[in-house]
């Protein structure tokens, strides 16, 4: 399994970034897809899951609203769109094949800040 996230970087609040997701070496629409993340000092939190078929999503409270997860599976790739983004979101984004945690992969740091 290797999975490569991109499409962090610096924005203000309110902002909006896209994150990406790149998956191979798995059967792609064989498995859920989700995103975590980890803040400063903190623990890996959960942020969003997707079905294979991507028709079901469920979310964080703390992102409901703001975020939306989607995939490709034509591509094998699963994208996180992050919309009124705020100081708290702030944090290194990983995806991860189902919710194993052990397959994400580097990450990407999304910095939210006037």
């Known amino acids: 399994v290797q999975l490569v996230e991109s499409g962090g970087g610096l924005v203000r609040p309110g902002g909006s970034l896209r994150l990406s997701c790149a998956a191979s070496g798995f059967t792609f629409n064989y498995y859920d897809m989700s995103w975590y993340r980890q803040a400063p000092g903190k623990g890996l939190d959960w942020v969003s899951r997707i079905n294979r078929s991507g028709g079901d999503a469920t979310y964080a409270d703390s992102v409901k609203g703001r975020f939306t997860i989607s995939r490709d599976n034509t591509k094998n790739m699963v994208y996180l769109q992050m919309n009124d983004l705020k100081p708290e979101d702030t944090a290194i984004y990983y995806c991860?094949?189902?919710?194993?945690?052990?397959?994400r992969g580097q990450g990407t740091q999304v910095t939210v800040s006037p």
């Open positions: 991860a094949q189902s919710s194993i945690l052990s397959t």
